[in-house]
């Protein structure tokens, strides 16, 4: 049992938390600036990067292709600011016409190229391959003691796990800066704070951990985790602090949950094949905001939490 | 081979693919114009994407029926069920919690999508590895689509279309102005919910050509092009639907010309293209024609202010004032006025100190709010005040 869990699901567990949580954190800042379809937009023009990125270099290999997803995304973030400001259209609008072209270009780029059997495929990106991230040196607990089997890791952990760690650096530096420019860009611009480069930077930190979970999940759990974990933390508390600790929890839950009811869901209901593990983690952070919406003490509008028998 | 294909003549297949694109493309481009104008473009992604358990326990429903699992008013049925709980749980999100529209939306799309994609995979957990081919309605796919699954499509558009016709100024008066609507009396959630069950509609209908992640783009381009070309209702919702006709059209007419050329997204950059042009060349809104606007109001201003320096016996120096003045004749190369220039200096000397006249005597109040620099004052105020206005300028203003 150890030694199948640590080979088997360990690695998965640790990438989809990792995911999960590097997604949710700049959620929550993007959720409260009106930007949560970012998100959306981004998982969606990081196919157009990633083929372009394969058919530039005719490899497939990680770092090109993330190259490419990372260029599509911020292309992507300057067409709709271009379109938005050129053609004075709503933001929504705006990015609804660049991410479905982008997308399209990718299909049809993807449709194009022989690449389609490699091992990019649309599937692919939009599910992940979540399961297929297997430790096969992982013998067993002592495995994780061992640099010889650590080696074998697959590449995806340390890369995800990194900008993970990457993210929570940075939101605990920028913290106040990020808080301040949030709730109140005026007061920020009074105070010297560069509010344009925060929102950029914002957008742009996104965009990385973004690319990154793709690399790793598929597009699925990306959108899902910017915006159900912050969307469920943002209903239990009026505190800035307590909602990102929120969300983290409700990522990593979800992340847990999904994996464990995808894997071993089918089994206790006596079939032989698991699900989606991207799909079940996206589907449990939607239960999480579910309860949340009907539960959850700062549900309503106005802000106090709800007293019983209020409202 | 590409002319065979726009003249319908590659064959009984794909002139019925063309058709039932174009009537689609029709019916999306004028139903998401009501979606534009009323800023909630992208509540259509969300409904898109929760279709996919839909059209999943559709077929597993099907199967489990003893049925084919594919047939194709099943599966529409079933997304529809599901796109209408995606979007009853939008619009309840966004009425009776604290979330933004926009956070509402991201959540239903990618729940619903995950949670439809958790099922295919159970889809294929019960066939047993057996393809059911449901993967298709992510993209679309129009090879091999029946005759009974065209004829479908364009009866669903045409009707989609027919109830737009019906329902145009309800939607337009409640996309402009929802609180006058609501003062006429009208019944804003039903004509909300009817703008975005047109929406549903055309979502559905248009699930197995450009498929559910694509079709939104039907749904958003084409009326954010036709915008650029008028700002009257009516024209946009026409032009709409004549751009999403044309992508729809086009798109099918070129896929079908090769293999690798997959219809949904060609229907796409189709709409981009001609979203793209509207951009650039449009009159009035067009990047082109602002541009060309712009010019010339820097060029009146620059030969105002030259001639304002002239009439004052100042040298000008600012190299695109001076090319502007030399252009026009009205200094020699080496900055002299000549006669024309003169007379011309003269009159705007006289023009300006007409203006400054005018604005200091409150009598004109509303005439100096049309103060801008630039404007003659003979086209704002008749020939008999200015007249009485020059009386006023004493000796000095008659040059």
Not at chain 1, 17 to 33: M, T, Y
Not at chain 1, 163 to 171: C, D, E, P, S
Not at chain 2, 200 to 220: E, F, Q, R, S, W
Not at chain 2, 328 to 353: F, P, Q, S, Y
């Amino acid at each position: 049992m150890g030694q199948d869990f640590v080979m088997l699901s360990l690695p998965p567990l640790v990438i989809g938390i990792c995911a999960a949580v590097a997604c949710a954190l700049p959620g929550n800042f993007l959720l409260l600036r009106r930007q949560a379809l970012i998100g959306d937009a981004i998982s969606h023009v990081v196919l157009p990067g990633i083929v372009v990125g394969f058919l530039v270099t005719g490899v497939v290999a990680t770092w090109p292709m993330m190259l490419g997803a990372a260029a599509a995304a911020l292309l992507a973030v300057v067409l709709i600011e271009t379109i938005r400001r050129l053609g004075r259209i709503e933001p929504g609008a705006a990015m609804g016409v660049v991410f479905t072209a982008m997308f399209a270009g990718g299909v049809l780029l993807l449709e194009q190229s022989a690449a389609s059997g490699v091992h990019l495929d649309v599937q692919h990106a939009l599910y992940g391959n979540l399961e297929s991230l297997i430790w096969l040196d992982g013998w067993g607990w002592g495995a994780l003691m061992d640099a010889e089997a650590l080696r074998g890791l697959p590449p995806e952990l340390p890369r995800i796990g990194g900008v993970m760690l990457g993210v929570i650096a940075l939101t605990a530096v920028m913290w106040r800066a990020l808080v301040i420019s949030t709730f109140d860009e005026g007061f920020a611009r009074t105070l010297g704070l560069p509010t344009g480069a925060i929102g950029l930077g914002l957008v742009a930190v996104a965009a990385v951990a973004a690319v990154a979970a793709f690399d790793a999940v598929g597009s699925i759990i990306v959108i899902a985790m910017f915006i159900c974990p912050p969307a469920a933390a943002r209903l239990m508390t009026n505190r800035m602090g307590w909602q990102v600790a929120w969300s983290v929890v409700f990522a990593c839950l979800s992340a847990v949950l999904g994996y464990v009811l995808a894997g071993y869901g089918p089994l206790w209901l006596g079939y032989q094949n698991a699900l989606s593990a991207a799909g079940m983690i996206a589907t449990v952070s939607g239960a999480i905001l579910g309860l949340a919406a009907l539960f959850g003490p700062c549900r309503h509008r106005g802000g106090a939490p709800v007293e019983n028998g209020a409202i | 081979m590409l002319w065979e294909a726009l003249s319908l003549q590659l064959g009984y297949n794909a002139t019925l693919v063309t058709l039932g694109a174009m009537m689609l493309g029709v019916a999306a481009g004028s139903t998401g114009t009501f979606l534009y104008l009323s800023k909630r473009a992208l509540v259509s992604d969300a409904i898109s994407h929760a279709t996919l358990p839909g059209v999943v326990l559709a077929f597993m429903a099907m199967v489990a029926l003893g049925g084919d699992g594919r047939f194709l008013p099943g599966l529409m049925l079933g997304s529809a069920v599901s796109a209408g709980a995606g979007l009853l749980a939008v619009t309840w999100m966004a009425a009776r919690t604290r979330l933004a529209e926009d956070a509402a939306i991201g959540a239903v799309l990618s729940v619903f999508f995950g949670f439809g994609v958790v099922l295919l995979t159970v889809v294929q957990v019960m066939s047993a590895g057996r393809q059911a081919g449901l993967e298709t309605f992510l993209l679309g796919a129009t090879a091999g689509m029946l005759w009974g699954e065209a004829v479908v499509i364009a009866l669903g558009g045409a009707l989609v279309l027919g109830l737009v016709v019906l329902l145009r100024r309800p939607m337009a008066l409640v996309a402009f102005d929802p609180g006058y609507a609501a003062g006429q009396g009208m019944r804003l959630r039903t004509v909300e919910l009817a703008m975005m069950g047109l929406a549903l509609a055309i979502t559905v209908v248009g699930l197995k050509i450009v498929g559910l992640v694509l079709i939104v783009a039907l749904l958003i381009i084409p009326p954010v092009a036709a915008r650029f070309w008028s700002e009257r209702v009516g024209v946009v919702v026409a032009i709409a639907g004549f751009f999403g006709g044309i992508a729809g059209y086009a798109g099918a007419a070129i896929s079908a010309t090769a293999p690798a050329l997959p219809t949904g997204p060609i229907i796409v950059l189709m709409a981009f293209a001609l979203f793209l042009l509207s951009l650039l060349l449009a009159p009035g809104r067009g990047v082109l024609a602002a541009t060309l606007r712009h010019l010339r109001f820097q060029r009146r201003v620059h030969l105002r202010q030259g001639l304002l320096a002239l009439a004052g016996g100042q040298p000008v120096y600012e190299p695109l004032t001076l090319r502007l003045m030399r252009r026009a004749g009205l200094v020699r190369a080496d900055g002299v006025a000549t006669e024309t220039g003169r007379a011309m200096a003269a009159r705007a000397r006289l023009d300006e100190r007409r203006w400054q006249m005018l604005r200091s005597d409150p009598a004109f109040e509303a005439a100096a709010a049309r103060y801008d620099g630039l404007t003659p004052l003979e086209e704002v105020l008749t020939a008999d005040q200015i007249a009485a206005l020059d009386r006023g300028l004493g000796p000095e203003g008659i040059v």
